[in-house]
T-cell receptor
């Protein structure tokens, strides 16, 4: 158990819908990362937050957004869903960014868009 | 552009047959190189972080080494329970991907009894 908690574990939704994925980081970790893993793309970095502030953006679509709340949990919002958005979405956390600290991953949220 | 290439894509070993996985990288200043193990449908499980060329770390049957351009994950006398996908990632110290992990596509290891 990495200590990073993600909900829901599985989600099936229709095209055009909106979903929210939730992440609680490890106790004491201030930095949260979101990654997408699909079969043909591997793990792709989406976005990073540190202590409530957006720190870096990767290949995140405009239809996707995220935030980190004062209690440090984070949410990833996916809207106008398309079939190609079906993937495993991972949240990860670390004590601080840019420091070489270990980044721990949660078990992921399986999103299936039908 | 920061990137990571892992080889081979897949590796089949007999139980007890030692081998190595390769991770070559180009990065804007290496903050750290990470190895993770991932089982199907699960999150990546942290194994090692290496910070500088010449560094080595060991855990049970696994040993990770680092040079200026690549890292190796050596598996000694593997067991079936070592079957998984092994992911390599780098963290850059500056540049566009600073602070984030850039992953390779992984090596899928199968160990047959």
């Amino acid at each position: 158990d990495s200590g990073v908690t993600q909900t829901p574990k599985h989600l099936i939704t229709a095209t055009g819908q909106r979903v929210t994925l939730r992440c609680s980081p490890r106790s004491g970790d201030l930095s949260v990362y979101w990654y997408q893993q699909s079969l043909d793309q591997g793990l792709q970095f989406l976005i990073q937050y540190y202590n409530g502030e957006e720190r870096a953006k990767g290949n995140i679509l405009e239809r996707f957004s995220a935030q980190q709340f004062p209690d440090l949990h984070s949410e990833l919002n996916l809207s106008s869903l398309e079939l190609g958005d079906s993937a495993l979405y991972f949240c990860a956390s670390s004590v601080a960014p840019d420091s070489g600290n270990t980044i721990y991953f949660g078990e992921g949220s399986w999103l299936t868009v039908v | 552009e920061d990137q990571v290439t892992q080889s081979p894509e897949a590796l089949r070993l007999q139980e007890g047959e030692s081998s190595s996985l390769n991770c070559s990288y180009t990065v804007s200043g290496l903050r750290g190189l990470f190895w993770y193990r991932q089982d199907p449908g699960k999150g990546p499980e942290f194994l090692f972080t290496l910070y500088s060329a010449g560094e080595e770390k060991e855990k049970e049957r696994l040993k990770a080494t680092l040079t200026k351009k690549e890292s190796f994950l050596h598996i000694t006398a593997p067991k079936p329970e070592d079957s998984a996908t092994y992911l390599c990632a780098v963290q850059a110290s500056y540049g566009g991907s600073q602070g984030n992990l850039i992953f390779g596509k992984g090596t899928k290891l199968s160990v047959k009894p």
